[in-house]
């Protein structure tokens, strides 16, 4: 059993009515050999479970790199590091450790902990795309209720009207976040991620009321309206629009 199961095993599931500011949170990031789900494969993951009231004294981190059985493209490799050769060596096999990684989220889930990632349907797609490349049961299954997520990316696109880039090194800087670690580690990256939740709880005290039960139809919501006016902007300028949803929910 990971520290991570021993630690949600403790924990009563939360309520529906808890909010963003209040709830505990599950982060999650990986680094991949590409941007493919399916095709390419998730080389490093780490989990963080963190009690809002106690903040990083009291996280809870577990760490995963796996060999990915996929040739790491020359652009992942340039920004996150890893190469076939150091992946080979040092990595473990994906189906004990993709199942790890599935069930701590799943245990989560059934608490009624969200899981966090900054533009989070790409790594739960990655997830889901290797738990199917090694026959293991979908994240979908495992879980008792729909999955619950809570995307910084989509958060901050609402409540913030800022011009410039919004990647997580952008946004953690606007948000006045530190890092902790160098960014393109799975476990900085993280960490940075769920440090965001109470700098945007505090500034934007809408989002921070939102409830768990609301939470997922507020950002599908917010993300279709900032894929609308996205679209504009592209095709004033002769670009393809995105198509991409959510997580599907609002898919052209």
Same mark, same amino acid.
């Given at each position: 059993?990971?520290?991570? !199961?021993?630690?949600?095993?403790?924990?009563?599931?939360?309520?529906?009515?808890?909010?963003?500011?209040?709830?505990?949170?599950?982060?999650?990031?990986?680094?991949?050999?590409? @941007?493919?789900?399916?095709?390419?494969?998730?080389? =490093? /993951?780490?989990?963080?479970?963190?009690?809002?009231?106690?903040?990083?004294?009291?996280?809870?981190?577990?760490?995963?790199?796996?060999?990915?059985?996929?040739?790491? =493209?020359?652009?992942?490799?340039?920004?996150?590091?890893?190469? +076939?050769?150091?992946?080979?060596? &040092?990595?473990?096999?994906? %189906?004990?450790?993709?199942?790890?990684?599935?069930?701590?989220?799943?245990?989560?889930?059934?608490?009624?902990?969200?899981?966090?990632?900054?533009?989070?349907?790409?790594?739960?797609?990655?997830?889901?795309?290797?738990?199917? $490349?090694?026959?293991?049961?979908?994240?979908?299954?495992?879980? &008792?209720? *729909?999955?619950? %997520?809570?995307?910084?990316?989509?958060?901050?696109?609402? %409540?913030?009207? $800022?011009?410039?880039?919004?990647?997580?090194?952008?946004?953690?800087?606007?948000?006045? %976040?530190?890092?902790?670690?160098?960014?393109?580690?799975? @476990? /900085?990256?993280?960490?940075?991620?769920?440090? !965001?939740?109470?700098?945007?709880?505090?500034?934007?005290? +809408? /989002? /921070?009321?939102?409830?768990?039960?609301?939470?997922?139809?507020?950002?599908? @919501?917010?993300?279709?309206?900032?894929?609308? =006016?996205? &679209?504009?902007?592209?095709?004033?300028?002769?670009?393809?629009?995105?198509?991409?949803?959510?997580?599907?929910? *609002?898919?052209?």
């Amino acid at each position: 059993m990971t520290e991570l !199961l021993q630690a949600l095993d403790s924990i009563a599931a939360q309520s529906e009515d808890t909010t963003l500011a209040d709830t505990r949170i599950l982060g999650f990031d990986t680094e991949t050999t590409g @941007t493919r789900a399916g095709s390419d494969a998730i080389c =490093s /993951a780490t989990l963080v479970l963190r009690d809002p009231a106690l903040g990083h004294d009291g996280d809870v981190v577990d760490e995963w790199l796996m060999n990915p059985h996929r040739p790491v =493209s020359p652009g992942a490799s340039r920004v996150n590091g890893f190469t +076939d050769e150091f992946l080979q060596a &040092n990595g473990g096999e994906p %189906v004990e450790l993709l199942e790890a990684i599935a069930s701590v989220i799943a245990e989560a889930q059934n608490r009624r902990i969200p899981l966090l990632a900054y533009n989070a349907p790409f790594d739960v797609h990655m997830l889901e795309g290797d738990l199917a $490349r090694w026959d293991l049961k979908p994240l979908h299954e495992r879980l &008792n209720d *729909d999955l619950l %997520v809570i995307d910084p990316l989509v958060i901050d696109r609402k %409540v913030s009207h $800022r011009k410039g880039k919004r990647t997580l090194t952008d946004t953690t800087f606007y948000y006045g %976040v530190e890092p902790h670690g160098d960014f393109h580690d799975a @476990t /900085a990256d993280t960490i940075a991620a769920v440090d !965001l939740v109470a700098p945007i709880a505090r500034l934007h005290p +809408d /989002a /921070a009321a939102l409830r768990l039960d609301e939470l997922m139809d507020w950002q599908r @919501t917010a993300h279709a309206e900032w894929k609308e =006016s996205f &679209n504009r902007w592209l095709e004033a300028r002769g670009r393809r629009p995105i198509r991409e949803g959510w997580f599907g929910k *609002d898919q052209d």
